[in-house]
């Protein structure tokens, strides 16, 4: 599986964008942003956003050293020029969850392309909002921290997201997308703070990143097709997962998926499959995860296709998304539980065309073990534990 040519068109996009000529730059402070963390930015952000999308040159929007607090915002296209660079040294600070109430998402991009977000930080103060959903109250939705929607041709480089409430980076139904270098972070048990989450998208790269949160480190949902991840460290968290699927009897499939040289700490799954247990058109097809090391992984490789949360709606039934085409190559390391492969499949439509290729995965410095139902495959190479397909 060779990497995709989107990713090649991300590379020089960003080379066109940092080494463009004729730049209009933009402070925020100019505007009218303060960076004391206290005064509300937001319409300073906004306002600098709408002279950037009006001007048809190459335009840098820099946000200084500080705290900037900031309020729900959307950065809406299109833009007459296709080449705008947010420059972030400070932070920006989300208020608290009363304040956002109900509003999925804290910033959003919308419709642009050929957009650039370097440096910085985004501080969703998720504390409270994760305390509220612990004590049981009625709580808000929680909201994403950043959100692409409809957009092209975008590269976020060397950002650092903390305590998001919800999902920190969302990307959906956007084409050509390049993170690399960024750092996530949200406490192991702070709840639904997926990494990266993207759907009907294609040509996402994720490189170079560290994803440290309680959930998924990158969830690819439905619509999710040419998914590059290399060198990624996951954990705390739930693991790489593709889906959960099958929620919709029509849904989009996901296909080719490429994971590589990724190191998995302490995180409750590694290479995770999942589905519901209901029907389903929806499919999973080319998925390659190769060069990777488990360090005490609960479930370093598993497909569950009984996927069913609370029992409602799915007890007893199957899932109609098809699997097939998944290789497993040079995954090494430790397991935090017996059974380091666990291949759990629909009996309805059965997991086709699994390899697993110079696998060595222990268990407390033993022998671990696999387990298999309805799953079909084949192993080439040394595979420890035993396989079962």
């Avoid at 995709?4 to 925020?28: D, E, K, P, R």
């Avoid at 439509?349 to 033993?366: A, D």
Wanted: proline share 4%.
């Amino acid at each position: 599986m060779e990497k995709s040519q989107s990713t090649l068109v991300i590379s020089l996009l960003f080379v066109f964008l940092v080494s463009a000529n004729a730049v209009y730059n933009i402070n925020v402070v100019s505007f009218g942003a303060n960076a004391d963390g206290k005064t509300d930015s937001t319409q300073a952000l906004l306002k600098a956003w709408t002279s950037a999308c009006a001007s048809k040159q190459s335009v840098r929007i820099y946000v200084p050293n500080g705290r900037y607090l900031t309020k729900k915002v959307t950065f809406g296209g299109p833009c007459k020029n296709n080449a705008t660079s947010f420059q972030i040294d400070g932070t920006l600070v989300a208020p608290s969850y009363n304040v956002l109430g109900n509003t999925a998402t804290w910033i959003m991009f919308r419709k642009v392309t050929g957009l650039s977000i370097s440096g910085g930080t985004l501080d969703g103060q998720g504390t409270s909002y994760w305390a509220c959903r612990k004590a049981g109250k009625s709580c808000p939705v929680g909201a994403r921290s950043l959100s692409f929607n409809y957009g092209s041709n975008i590269v976020i480089r060397s950002l650092t997201s903390i305590n998001s409430q919800n999902i920190h980076i969302a990307i959906n139904n956007c084409n050509n997308v390049l993170v690399q270098g960024m750092k996530i972070v949200a406490p192991a048990d702070s709840p639904n703070t997926d990494g990266i989450r993207v759907q009907k998208s294609t040509g996402l790269t994720i490189m170079a990143t560290s994803i440290k949160t309680g959930d998924d480190c990158v969830s690819a949902g439905p619509g999710t097709r040419n998914l590059w991840i290399e060198g990624t460290n996951c954990g705390p968290g739930h693991g790489i997962s593709i889906g959960s699927l099958g929620r919709d009897m029509v849904e989009d499939g996901v296909q080719n998926v490429t994971v590589k040289n990724a190191i998995f700490t302490g995180s409750d799954n590694g290479l995770r499959i999942k589905s519901w247990a209901r029907p389903s058109k929806g499919f999973v097809k080319g998925v390659l995860y190769q060069d990777i090391i488990m360090r005490n992984v609960e479930n370093p490789i598993i497909i569950d296709q009984h996927y069913c949360p609370r029992n409602e709606g799915c007890p007893g039934q199957e899932s109609g998304v098809k699997i097939s085409q998944v290789t497993y190559r040079n995954i090494q390391g430790s397991s935090a539980t017996p059974v380091a492969v666990n291949f759990d499949c629909s009996r309805t439509n059965p997991c086709q065309g699994i390899t697993l290729q110079t696998v060595k995965l222990t268990y407390q410095n033993n022998v671990a073990k696999s387990s298999c139902l309805n799953a079909d495959g084949q192993t080439r190479g040394s595979v420890l534990p035993e396989s079962c397909l």
